[in-house]
């Protein structure tokens, strides 16, 4: 049996011996959240977003913009009619063009056209308002990248406080492991006196194997925190993060942080969501009004390859209104307003539900400050009774059972109260991140 218990025993410290062994790399909140704003891809990914957004904003120019377009023609053509236009144009006709011979059966005629083109928009009011939806629509889209800033850095900032409490939780279960060990010397030590039995012994042995197993357990999750953490800050190299600062209360002081998240920049972008809904509505029900735009053109002609002998321009107005289009205006008109009015319950809500959160963050922020005197208080309590319990069962007046509960009672609470600091500090986060504007 003992030789088992000591094989078990080394492998555990082998296998702690790899952890160590692998590359550690301090690190402290403010180096991860520097790095996270500038190397964390979700952050990456919508910085792109918001550039899409602003380019689908500059195509909306094309409504106040003129619109000029350069064009090159050649051809050659037997045709009566465009050799005719062609000679016209190049300001070559003779009265022999006029011979009904030469018009109904016309050489071959080469035309060369430079055209220059220019369209400008005046009166688009359908187009006006799809410029201000975009113009909503990008301005949400910064918000919203502005958000997800927020939210990833608090993300990172709550994996980093999970990886301090899982350190911490390795340092108390490498204490309990310790101690579990002492305890188990000693009580082999009375047992080969003939002052202890050998269930007690066992006891001991099976506590020791438990306080094993749970360091082992923390160690593991002090490496999948340390991914966790090493993915939201872009890292690919396969090292263990270490914080270069302990986990202790944070110093933010909950009166800062009890505001109103009216102003927040998702909750902005939400409505501004809105505005663009209302908006594409607007321009759906100007659509069934006419539009006017101005034109012009200046044409050079010629029957030589680049030259333009000939030329002439033309300048005008074009008030169009397209009457009727079956029934796909009305009824993208009857989906516009329908989104807008989805939009705006949907704004409601999360105004709604924003205000909950904020509410719950509030009194989970109380509950944690409770939390942490009371586990305080009991890991104070649960220390002063092993110290007790260790010294009477020296003297062998403490059963091995009491021993061990007061042993594994005392790890509890300690590992109780790091989880209560961690879940204060949380709170405070959390509470700053949902009031934050």
Request: charged share 25%; hydrophobic share 40%; proline share 3%.
């Amino acid at each position: 049996m003992e030789k088992a218990f000591y094989s078990l025993t080394l492998c555990f410290l082998f296998m702690g011996s790899v952890l160590n062994a692998q590359q550690v790399m301090p690190i402290t909140k403010a180096e991860v959240l520097e790095t996270v704003a500038g190397q964390n891809r979700s952050i990456k990914i919508s910085e792109q977003e918001r550039k899409e957004a602003r380019a689908d904003y500059q195509q909306t120019n094309a409504v106040l913009l003129p619109h000029i377009g350069i064009s090159y023609t050649g051809f050659t053509t037997t045709n009566p009619l465009a050799a005719f236009g062609a000679k016209l144009n190049q300001e070559v006709l003779t009265s022999e063009d006029f011979n009904p011979v030469i018009l109904n059966d016309p050489d071959r005629t080469t035309n060369y056209a430079t055209v220059v083109e220019i369209r400008q928009p005046l009166i688009n009011l359908d187009g006006y308002y799809l410029r201000k939806a975009a113009a909503s629509k990008m301005r949400a889209a910064e918000l919203q990248t502005v958000r997800t800033k927020d939210q990833l850095l608090f993300e990172a900032e709550t994996s980093y406080m999970q990886l301090q409490l899982a350190y911490r939780s390795v340092e108390v279960l490498q204490k309990a492991l310790e101690t579990a060990e002492a305890n188990q010397k000693l009580a082999s030590d009375k047992h080969e006196q003939g002052y202890l039995q050998k269930a007690d012994l066992l006891a001991t042995e099976v506590r020791l194997l438990g306080a094993q197993d749970q360091l082992q357990i923390a160690q593991s999750h002090v490496k999948n925190s340390s991914d966790h953490l090493a993915l939201l800050m872009g890292e690919e190299d396969p090292v263990l993060l270490k914080p270069a600062d302990s986990l202790v209360v944070s110093s933010l002081i909950p009166a800062a942080i009890t505001g109103t998240p009216g102003n927040r920049a998702d909750i902005q972008a939400i409505r501004l969501a809105t505005e663009a809904h209302a908006a594409a509505y607007q321009a759906n029900k100007m659509s069934f009004l006419p539009s006017l735009n101005a034109f012009g053109s200046y044409q050079l002609y010629d029957d030589n390859l680049v030259q333009g002998e000939a030329s002439g321009y033309m300048i005008g107005a074009q008030l169009s209104w397209n009457l009727l289009e079956g029934t796909k205006r009305i009824g993208s008109t009857q989906k516009s307003k329908a989104a807008y009015e989805r939009s705006k319950l949907y704004y409601d809500q999360y105004v709604s539900q924003t205000h909950f959160e904020v509410n719950k963050a509030t009194r989970r922020l109380s509950d944690a400050q409770g939390k942490l005197e009371r586990s305080k208080l009991a890991r104070e309590q649960s220390r002063e009774s092993l110290r007790i319990r260790t010294n009477r069962f020296k003297e062998g007046l403490e059963k091995t059972t009491d021993l061990l509960m007061a042993e594994t009672q005392y790890a509890q609470r300690t590992l109780e109260y790091y989880q209560a600091i961690f879940e204060l500090n949380y709170a405070k986060a959390y509470l700053k991140f949902l009031t934050k504007e």
